[in-house]
């Protein structure tokens, strides 16, 4: 038995040459172009613009009370109002159909237009449930403004703020507001209420918002709207 061993290496001889390594010249072409100072900081946004849910005339008297709530009072105070007077406006729309239809049971649906559509101005649920009782035919405009329903229960009119930013990466003030306003068109016929449900005598305020997520920052405006308006409504008598 025989063990053949291989091995790999360099059979060329060492080289003995000394010369100096050949040396390249550099043929970079010089950089003629002139120095430029760098753009100054600031105005990056300038012009762009965004829209928001923003009545145009939201009372300081109505944000500090919404500031006041629960949820407006926590983490430092509430300092975005996004919708609050939205959601406040809602629930005393809903609380004034339930005094109009005299019940909490699914009928009061069908007064939900007529106490925010035609009939006299009011503009807190204290007031026009008062005029409810004397017999009135009330119209609710709330802090969020008109608050114009079709046949169907949706808004007619609303607002949106217009926001720009200016030359300093801030949004510009005053916000231009727009009034948004449905075609004849979309306009129906008061719709009946079908189905039968019973009250029990007692308004119960429930809501799906966010409170994580890319849209965690409206859920505490509403969330404070709403407990504005059940405290106003109990406090005058629920």
């Not at 172009?33 to 849910?53: I, N, S, V």
């Amino acid at each position: 038995l025989a063990l053949v061993a291989a091995s790999c290496g360099d059979d060329k001889k060492e080289s003995t040459d000394t010369a100096a390594p050949t040396t390249v010249a550099d043929t970079t072409p010089e950089d003629t172009t002139p120095a430029t100072d760098p753009a100054p900081a600031g105005g990056e946004l300038a012009g762009m613009k965004g829209t928001t849910p923003l009545p145009p005339e939201l009372s300081e008297d109505f944000k500090a009370r919404v500031v006041e709530t629960p949820t407006g009072s926590a983490d430092g105070g509430l300092t975005d109002f996004n919708y609050a007077a939205e959601t406040y406006d809602a629930i005393v729309i809903i609380a004034l159909a339930i005094e109009a239809a005299g019940t909490d049971g699914l009928e009061h649906a069908g007064f939900i237009v007529d106490v925010s559509t035609g009939g006299d101005s009011c503009t807190s649920f204290a007031e026009c449930n008062e005029m409810l009782a004397a017999g009135a035919d009330i119209n609710y405009d709330g802090f969020s403004g008109t608050d114009v329903a079709n046949g169907n229960g949706e808004p007619l009119v609303g607002v949106y703020g217009v926001l720009e930013f200016g030359d300093d990466n801030r949004i510009i003030d005053p916000t231009e507001f727009i009034t948004a306003e449905s075609p004849d068109s979309a306009v129906v016929e008061k719709v009946a209420v079908e189905g039968a449900r019973a009250g029990d005598g007692v308004l119960s305020i429930g809501s799906l918002l966010p409170q994580t997520g890319s849209l965690a920052f409206l859920g505490a405006p509403m969330f404070a709207g709403a407990e504005l308006a059940i405290a106003d409504i109990n406090a005058a008598g629920g």
